[in-house]
């Protein structure tokens, strides 16, 4: 299964989603990485544009309905934009008895001049959201009651100490090694759900010649009824009596 994510910030509390693929237990996840950060954030109106969406089922509104319910505390909500007819028929269903439904539009621009934006403007580009990662716990120095085994050597004149480095080089470095720590865990991410997709298509097969199989013994047995029924037949008609009457007259 497929789902792309990509994130478009159109204010400080307005943010839009754009999805393509399919939205199921599989890639659910995947939509939970991006939702999860914004909760916390001063977002307060989500839209997610479901044009490109081609399957969603009671998992992906389940995760939806629960970041509507969240952006609720905040005077926010989810709204869905562009979605299909199955998709608002199931939308409609689960959130029927809510007492604040998430809200459907038919379009993206009705759903911006409901969240109080104006349609009109340049919305910026679209990115990729990546998900969260814990911080690593940071390597405990060696005790110094532990002594080494290797024989001291000969003693290293001391080096002047590195200049300290600027902020925006620490930055820097700070946010290419949180790229490369997020592309890891997105290709293990990646892995995982080829995987499922993988376990998925070999039991569809199975099933698939189940089915085969069953309807071949079917036919048979459809095709040993009928022959046992024109035999019978046959045999009924062999030896029935004859109609009285039906002889000649000398």
Same mark, same amino acid.
């Given at each position: 299964?497929?789902?792309?994510?990509?994130?478009?910030?159109?204010?400080?509390?307005?943010?839009?989603?754009?999805? $393509?693929?399919?939205?199921?237990? $599989? $890639?659910?996840?995947?939509?939970?990485?991006?939702?999860?950060?914004?909760?916390?954030?001063?977002v307060?109106?989500?839209?997610?544009?479901?044009?490109?969406?081609?399957?969603?089922?009671?998992?992906?509104?389940?995760?939806?309905?629960?970041?509507?319910?969240?952006?609720?505390?905040?005077?926010?909500?989810?709204?869905?934009?562009?979605?299909?007819?199955?998709?608002?028929?199931?939308?409609?269903?689960?959130?029927?008895?809510?007492?604040?439904?998430?809200?459907?539009y038919?379009?993206?621009?009705?759903?911006?001049?409901?969240?109080?934006?104006?349609?009109?403007?340049?919305?910026?580009?679209?990115?990729?959201?990546?998900?969260?990662?814990?911080?690593?716990?940071?390597a405990?120095?060696?005790?110094?009651?532990?002594?080494?085994?290797?024989?001291?050597?000969?003693?290293?004149?001391?080096?002047?100490a590195?200049?300290?480095?600027?902020?925006?080089?620490?930055?820097?470095?700070?946010?290419?090694?949180?790229?490369?720590?997020?592309?890891h865990?997105?290709?293990?991410?990646?892995?995982?759900q080829?995987?499922?997709?993988?376990?998925?298509?070999?039991?569809?097969?199975?099933?698939?010649?189940?089915?085969?199989e069953?309807?071949?013994?079917c036919?048979?047995?459809?095709?040993?009824?009928?022959?046992?029924?024109?035999?019978?037949?046959?045999?009924?008609?062999?030896?029935?009596?004859?109609?009285?009457?039906?002889?000649?007259?000398?």
């Amino acid at each position: 299964m497929f789902l792309s994510v990509r994130l478009t910030t159109v204010s400080a509390t307005v943010v839009v989603l754009h999805l $393509t693929g399919e939205l199921d237990s $599989t $890639t659910a996840p995947v939509l939970a990485a991006t939702l999860e950060p914004l909760i916390e954030s001063p977002v307060e109106q989500v839209i997610v544009g479901a044009g490109d969406l081609w399957f969603c089922d009671l998992t992906g509104i389940d995760r939806l309905a629960a970041t509507h319910r969240a952006l609720r505390v905040k005077g926010g909500g989810l709204a869905v934009a562009e979605a299909g007819s199955s998709l608002c028929r199931l939308i409609e269903l689960v959130t029927e008895h809510s007492r604040a439904p998430m809200r459907v539009y038919a379009t993206l621009e009705e759903a911006l001049t409901a969240a109080g934006v104006n349609p009109g403007d340049p919305l910026p580009p679209a990115r990729r959201h990546l998900p969260r990662l814990r911080r690593l716990p940071r390597a405990q120095p060696a005790r110094a009651g532990k002594h080494s085994r290797r024989r001291p050597g000969p003693a290293l004149p001391e080096l002047p100490a590195p200049p300290p480095a600027s902020a925006a080089e620490s930055g820097t470095n700070l946010t290419l090694v949180s790229a490369i720590a997020r592309a890891h865990a997105l290709r293990e991410q990646a892995a995982t759900q080829v995987e499922a997709l993988k376990q998925r298509t070999h039991r569809y097969n199975q099933v698939r010649l189940t089915m085969l199989e069953t309807r071949a013994r079917c036919l048979a047995a459809v095709t040993t009824m009928r022959a046992n029924r024109a035999r019978a037949a046959l045999t009924l008609s062999a030896s029935a009596p004859p109609v009285p009457g039906s002889g000649h007259l000398g």
